[in-house]
């Protein structure tokens, strides 16, 4: 009913840059909430960062100061700039969406998450 696809992942050196994209896409109502969240192998999946659809963002400290977040409305499109990338952030990153769709005739808000894309930081 929703689909989401990222982009943007890749292999960085240690202080590089990358800049994620989360295009959703299919039957809704509207794109509330969206965000960015990372598993790396043997560790929980984390939240990274999340914005609002009023522009309202929340970060992961570890990632404050470096990662900003941001969303084109229009284009249902959320973004993850990722500047002084570490060692540590390597992980694949999921994009997250809270979907208004409407269902058998019934409204919901609905959670939708993309399949991921791999970040890697390695020198």
């Known amino acids: 009913q929703v689909q989401l696809v990222e982009s943007g992942g890749g292999l960085v050196q240690p202080g590089g840059s990358l800049r994620l994209s989360c295009a959703a896409s299919?039957?809704?109502?509207?794109?509330?909430?969206m965000g960015w969240y990372r598993q790396a192998p043997g560790k929980e999946r984390e939240l990274v960062a999340t914005?609002?659809?009023?522009?309202?963002?929340n970060y992961a400290e570890s990632v404050k100061g470096r990662f900003t977040i941001s969303r084109d409305n229009a284009k249902n499109t959320v973004y993850l700039q990722m500047n002084s990338l570490k060692l540590e952030d390597t992980a694949v990153y999921c994009c997250?969406?809270?979907?208004?769709?409407?269902?058998?005739?019934?409204?919901?808000?609905?959670?939708?998450w993309g399949q991921g894309t791999q970040v890697t930081v390695s020198s």
């Open positions: 997250n969406a809270v979907a208004h769709v409407r269902l058998l005739g019934r409204y919901a808000n609905n959670d939708y």
């Open positions: 914005i609002t659809n009023g522009g309202r963002t």
């Open positions: 299919g039957s809704f109502v509207s794109i509330n909430d």
